[in-house]
């Protein structure tokens, strides 16, 4: 499985931005697609998942301002981001794992929030 992320750039604070994460593989062999991000000097960190049933989860920091969903018919995630703010400036990843336990990263897209 490959994963295609793309979608970010710069922005202003309040702004939105809509990253996809495009799937190699048919969707349906996917369990859980999640995004994590990592900002200059942090460590890598999660920032949201959606399950083969849709259920989602959100870090704290971005529940409210962020929605994840995924389009079974595209094999693709997407990750919907409003209210940017500063802090939010990360390169941001793309993740998945199979029901086999393979797991898979994307390159990553650069989110960059001016204030």
């Known amino acids: 499985v490959q994963l295609q992320a793309s979608g970010g750039g710069l922005v202003q604070a309040g702004g939105s931005l809509r990253l996809s994460c495009a799937a190699s593989?048919?969707?349906?062999?996917?369990?859980?697609m999640a995004w994590y991000r990592q900002a200059p000097g942090k460590q890598r960190e999660f920032v949201a998942q959606i399950r083969s049933d849709g259920a989602t989860n959100y870090a704290d920091p971005v529940k409210g301002r962020f929605t994840m969903s995924r389009d079974n018919a595209k094999n693709t995630a997407y990750l919907q981001m409003n209210s940017l703010k500063p802090e939010d400036t990360a390169v941001y990843y793309c993740?998945?794992?199979?029901?086999?336990?393979?797991?898979?990263w994307g390159k990553g897209t650069l989110v960059t929030v001016s204030s």
């Open positions: 993740y998945a794992n199979q029901y086999t336990g393979m797991y898979y």
């Open positions: 593989a048919f969707i349906n062999s996917i369990n859980v």
